[in-house]
């Protein structure tokens, strides 16, 4: 599945700011994944992936832990800002009393308080209770950068230039393929290549690719990479409703169903091997019938002969052929 990118966050943070003066009513939990209620308007956030408002049905349980611990701290509260921090992939959340902290990066999420970290996701060595909350360290934003900066890096221009802008791989790849840029990041034209990636914040045109009309890409920008079906959405939130509502799932039920599938298949591997070592003595009885019936006719016979060997079990011989 698809990650919401620090490129994505820049162009949806404004499509968010609906919610800014807005009132939290609560937090729901389904499956690791939080809904922020807002009145008719439903953020749906996970750590790990994405962040979006969503018209789709959300079955939530009853909150544990940390989810738990947000609803009694922020119900009721103003959402004051929402904001991305310094280009990357964190998005903020100032309500009236408190800062929550979305760290998609590190699948973090964090309640801070008067600069202080209350309460957190996932503890770290830079996350700890009372500790003052520090922003990551980031790379280049597409627009501080100069052309003196690859003199640091070789090898093949997109991981070059990943190590160096904060963008992901999936774009990068769009600037590279648009300024007509592959091979070697030495021989690439560097004025052209930061100029592309200045580019890709310019224009905002949300869409979702397919693949047999199922969701297999979401994208801020459009893509001149890829050659596949697409529908353009008139905004950012509805394009990432579109595509992680409609991701295909696998149920407990199928879990188990395919869990027995695996288990039968091994079974009929063991019996196609048994089948064929039964059919290799049935064809080694037949190609020699006629031994096999003297020996069973006359057993003391075979055994004086050497035709036949005894075993330590008394119900088996080997036939000598």
């Known amino acids: 599945m698809q990650q919401i990118s620090n490129l994505d966050l820049f162009f949806l943070i404004p499509e968010l700011k609906a919610l800014e003066g807005a009132f939290l009513n609560n937090v729901y939990e389904s499956k690791g994944v939080l809904k922020f209620k807002f009145k008719s308007k439903n953020l749906i956030v996970d750590a790990k992936n994405k962040m979006y408002l969503s018209n789709y049905e959300f079955e939530s349980e009853e909150p544990k832990g940390f989810v738990k611990f947000l609803r009694s701290e922020l119900s009721n509260q103003k959402l004051i800002k929402i904001e991305q921090l310094d280009f990357d992939r964190v998005c903020v959340l100032t309500f009236t009393n408190s800062e929550l902290?979305?760290?998609?990066?590190?699948?973090?999420?964090?309640?801070?308080?008067?600069?202080?970290?209350?309460?957190f996701l996932k503890e770290s060595e830079r996350i700890k209770k009372n500790k003052d909350y520090t922003p990551l360290k980031t790379k280049k934003h597409p627009f501080e950068l100069n052309e003196s900066d690859f003199d640091v890096v070789t090898g093949?221009?997109?991981?070059?230039?990943?190590?160096?802008?904060?963008?992901?791989?999936?774009?990068?790849?769009?600037?590279?393929?648009?300024?007509?840029?592959?091979?070697?990041i030495e021989k690439a034209d560097k004025r052209k290549l930061i100029e592309s990636l200045k580019e890709l914040l310019s224009v905002k045109a949300p869409r979702v690719y397919y693949e047999n009309w199922v969701p297999k890409f979401f994208s801020s920008i459009p893509l001149k990479k890829l050659e596949m079906e697409f529908k353009v959405f008139p905004s950012l939130n509805e394009a990432l409703d579109e595509?992680?509502?409609?991701?295909?799932?696998t149920s407990e039920k199928l879990l188990k169903l395919k869990f027995k599938l695996e288990q039968q298949k091994k079974a009929l591997e063991e019996f196609r091997l048994k089948a064929k070592e039964s059919r290799s003595k049935g064809e080694a009885i037949y190609k020699n019938y006629e031994l096999v019936e003297s020996i069973l006719k006359n057993p003391e016979?075979?055994?004086k002969n050497k035709k036949v060997k005894k075993t330590s079990d008394e119900r088996y011989v080997i036939i000598e052929v």
Request: include cysteine.
């Open 101 to 119: 902290i979305f760290e998609f990066v590190t699948g973090n999420i964090i309640l801070v308080e008067n600069g202080k970290i209350k309460a």
């Open 156 to 184: 093949d221009v997109v991981p070059a230039v990943s190590k160096i802008v904060n963008l992901p791989v999936f774009y990068i790849e769009e600037a590279c393929v648009r300024a007509g840029i592959s091979g070697g």
């Open 243 to 249: 595509y992680y509502s409609n991701q295909p799932k």
């Open 301 to 303: 016979e075979a055994v």
